[in-house]
Every structure is written in C-alpha cells, then in structure tokens.
C-alpha cells in the first residue's frame, strides 16, 4: 500500500529555514519519481520541485529556485526539501506526491498518490 507522510513545518520568521521530509512505504522512492507541492488558502495547488527518476534530475518551480533544494536518502526511503530565505508568500500546506511512473512532473493533476501535508506559515 502506498503511503507518504510528510513532516518538519512550523511557523518560522522571514528569511529563515525550514526541512520538511517525506517518508514512503509502499515503494521505493529512488525508483519512481516524486513531487513537492503546496497550496495556499484560496490558491490553487501549485507545483514547487520534484525529483525524477532514473536520471535523478531536479525540478523547480522558478518561485522558488535558488532557495529550495530537493534531496532524498535512499536507506530511508525519503525525499527531503530545503527551504532556505523564507518568504511570507511560502506560507501554504506543502504536500508530497507519487504517480509511481519514472521521471517527474510538477503539474499536480498527474499524481495520484498523496501525502496529508504539512503546514508552513513565514511570518514575523
């Protein structure tokens, strides 16, 4: 059965970091590729980074190029994202994703497997 749970956001001030961290079961995270999304009240679920598989590219969304950063440790089957310089307009649930297909895409409606997401709020 497949499974992502995401942890690590919180409330942080502006220009600060945060490490949210996606834990799969299910499969193997360095076989399929996965995604990073969030969404804000009010706004639709957006793409933010993802990581593709066999090639082990990166994505980003250009909002956040620069100061996010994807990663993914295969012997805990997780995949990680780096959010470093925060800004108010980070703030959203940030939800991790699998289509178990390779390669990866961060266009929301091609996945079909969800975690339940993790708030981040950048605020002063």
């Known amino acids: 059965q497949v499974q992502l749970v995401e942890s690590g956001g919180g409330l942080v001030q502006p220009g600060g970091s945060l490490r949210l961290s996606c834990q799969a079961s299910?499969?193997?995270?360095?076989?399929?590729?996965i995604g990073w999304f969030r969404q804000a009240p009010g706004k639709e679920r957006e793409g933010v980074s993802c990581?593709?598989?066999?090639?082990?590219?990166?994505y980003y969304a250009d909002s956040v190029k620069g100061r996010f950063t994807i990663s993914r440790d295969n012997n805990k089957n997780t995949v990680y994202l780096q959010m470093n310089s925060l800004k108010p307009e980070d703030t959203a649930v940030y939800y991790c994703?699998?289509?178990?297909?390779?390669?990866?895409?961060?266009?929301?409606?091609?996945?079909?497997?969800w975690g339940q997401g993790t708030q981040v709020t950048v605020s002063s």
């Open positions: 994703a699998t289509d178990l297909n390779l390669g990866c895409s961060l266009k929301y409606s091609e996945y079909d497997y």
């Open positions: 299910g499969f193997l995270v360095d076989y399929y590729g």
């Open positions: 990581f593709s598989t066999p090639d082990d590219s990166t």
